[in-house]
């Protein structure tokens, strides 16, 4: 699975859009991008998942460049409950939820 | 509420102690995975369990181990346990080997003394 780099931290005010970047250089072809939170020491929620297009869901929308090398999620009017670790994680879509690679992830703080 | 349970919540416990961890998944899942989350690292995938049967092992260590049961409950056993021990624990359970079906459960937090 390729290879994802988030940058530590974020801030965002209450009510404002959160922009969560991840890059992901490596990616191969049929891989996907999947995003999971982790709101304090909770198991893991998925969030959302993409392969070309983008994608929106009633939690948040994926928007993944033409290259593939990069993608962002948007959490469109961030509130507090949305302060979490997020993960970015690219994988192929079947069979392997045991090979998921779980870095550190992004510690996003939303701010009153 | 993802519809996978664990117990216990908390677990303190001593050096050179076995203890069990219990996970039940959510309904029609048929796959149960365990993962360790030690302090400020990533999820790291233990063991995998479809039906009754392990699919996957990833890094558990020889003093754990777990199985699946019929009711398709899992349980984790950690014995001679060690100061490095102390990690959240978190079930999953997927009824596709999928990352966007898998649902974790709350987490048990060893605390090993």
């Known amino acids: 699975d390729a290879k994802t780099t988030q940058p530590p931290s974020m801030d965002c005010a209450e009510g404002r859009a959160a922009n969560l970047p991840c890059n992901h250089s490596?990616?191969?072809?049929?891989?996907?991008v999947y995003w999971y939170r982790q709101i304090h020491s909770q198991g893991p929620q998925y969030i959302i998942h993409?392969?070309?297009?983008?994608e929106t869901n009633e939690m948040a929308s994926l928007i993944i460049t033409e290259d593939r090398k990069s993608s962002t999620l948007i959490l469109p009017h961030a509130t507090l409950r949305d302060t979490a670790v997020y993960y970015c994680i690219a994988t192929h879509n079947a069979g392997n939820n045991r090979k998921l690679i779980w870095g550190l992830g992004t510690s996003l703080a939303v701010n009153p | 509420d993802s519809g996978v349970t664990q117990t216990p919540k908390h677990l303190i416990t001593a050096t050179g102690q076995r203890v069990t961890l219990r996970c039940s998944p959510r309904?029609?899942?048929?796959?149960v995975y365990w993962y360790q989350q030690s302090l400020d690292q990533g999820l790291q995938f233990l063991i995998q369990?479809?039906?009754?049967?392990?699919?996957a092992k990833g890094n558990i260590l020889e003093r754990f181990s777990a199985q699946q049961f019929p009711d398709l409950h899992s349980e984790l056993n950690l014995s001679s346990l060690e100061l490095g021990d102390s990690a959240l624990y978190f079930c999953?359970?997927?009824?596709?080997?999928?990352?966007?079906?898998?649902?974790f459960g709350p987490g048990t937090r060893l605390t090993v003394l």
């Open positions: 993409g392969l070309k297009n983008n």
């Open positions: 490596t990616i191969s072809g049929n891989e996907y």
């Open positions: 309904s029609g899942d048929l796959s």
């Open positions: 999953a359970s997927s009824i596709f080997d999928r990352p966007d079906t898998q649902y």
């Open positions: 369990y479809y039906n009754g049967e392990e699919r």
